[in-house]
């Protein structure tokens, strides 16, 4: 009877050991051609509370218009929107069709400039932040990015930064990340119960 077993030795650089049939019967995943790409993926959602999505009103447009990688955005879109919006008035249709820019569309784009000008991410490779489909817990906006290094430190610590970024800045967009309710939260909205004289 021979025994035939294969030393390999992980990206964290521990050994595992496994039997030959284990190769074929199942999978394994192979870091070098990250490694050998020079960028590591983020792939994260943000979870945002749907009911905080909504039309962006001229006072929150001038903040937004303060953001230095939304300046052009912004003067493209409302000229795209107002194109399209002239064009449903000269045909007759109601207002109601008109087009016009959500806080949430902004702060996708926002996102997407960000990324793009962060020192930390590979601008090469593929970049998309995208809504997938909305969830019991929100409405899931996935970032999907690599960054310039491939070591575990230093992509944890990008990945960090930018997630910080973003979900401080969430608030000047009036968007909110979702989150469960908590028995703490739901205390602190119940009326409290009147003292016993």
Same mark, same amino acid.
């Not at 399209?84 to 569309?105: E, S, Y």
């Not at 930390?120 to 409405?139: A, C, N, S, Y």
């Not at 996935?142 to 960054?147: A, G, P, V």
């Not at 491939?150 to 000047?172: C, I, K, M, N």
């Given at each position: 009877?021979?025994?035939?077993? +294969?030393?390999?030795?992980?990206?964290?650089?521990?050994?595992?050991? +496994?039997?030959?049939?284990?190769?074929?019967?199942?999978?394994?995943?192979?870091?070098?051609?990250?490694?050998?790409?020079?960028?590591?993926?983020?792939?994260?959602?943000?979870?945002?509370? @749907?009911?905080?999505?909504?039309?962006?009103?001229?006072?929150? %447009?001038?903040?937004?218009?303060?953001?230095?990688?939304?300046?052009?955005?912004? !003067?493209?879109?409302?000229?795209?929107?107002?194109?399209?919006? &002239?064009?449903? @008035?000269?045909?007759?249709?109601?207002?109601?069709?008109?087009? !016009?820019?959500?806080?949430?569309?902004?702060?996708?784009?926002?996102?997407?400039?960000?990324? !793009?000008?962060?020192?930390?991410?590979?601008?090469?490779?593929?970049?998309?932040?995208?809504?997938? @489909?909305?969830?019991?817990?929100? %409405?899931?906006?996935?970032?999907?990015?690599?960054?310039?290094?491939?070591?575990?430190?230093?992509?944890?610590?990008? @990945?960090?930064?930018?997630?910080?970024?973003?979900? &401080?800045?969430?608030?000047?967009?009036? %968007?909110?990340?979702?989150?469960?309710?908590?028995?703490?939260?739901?205390?602190?909205?119940?009326?409290?119960?009147?003292?016993?004289?």
């Amino acid at each position: 009877i021979a025994l035939h077993t +294969i030393t390999v030795q992980n990206f964290d650089k521990t050994i595992t050991t +496994i039997p030959t049939k284990k190769l074929v019967t199942e999978s394994f995943k192979n870091w070098r051609g990250m490694q050998e790409a020079g960028g590591r993926r983020i792939k994260r959602a943000l979870y945002l509370d @749907q009911h905080s999505v909504g039309f962006v009103e001229a006072p929150m %447009l001038a903040r937004l218009e303060q953001f230095a990688v939304l300046g052009d955005y912004l !003067r493209e879109k409302q000229s795209e929107l107002a194109q399209w919006n &002239a064009g449903l @008035q000269a045909k007759g249709m109601a207002a109601v069709n008109a087009r !016009r820019v959500t806080n949430l569309g902004t702060f996708r784009a926002y996102v997407e400039r960000y990324l !793009r000008q962060h020192p930390g991410i590979h601008t090469d490779m593929t970049l998309l932040v995208r809504q997938l @489909q909305p969830t019991t817990e929100g %409405l899931p906006l996935e970032i999907y990015c690599f960054t310039r290094s491939t070591a575990w430190g230093e992509y944890e610590g990008v @990945q960090s930064d930018v997630f910080d970024h973003l979900l &401080a800045t969430l608030p000047a967009f009036g %968007l909110r990340v979702f989150q469960a309710s908590s028995d703490a939260m739901l205390m602190a909205v119940q009326p409290r119960p009147a003292a016993a004289e």
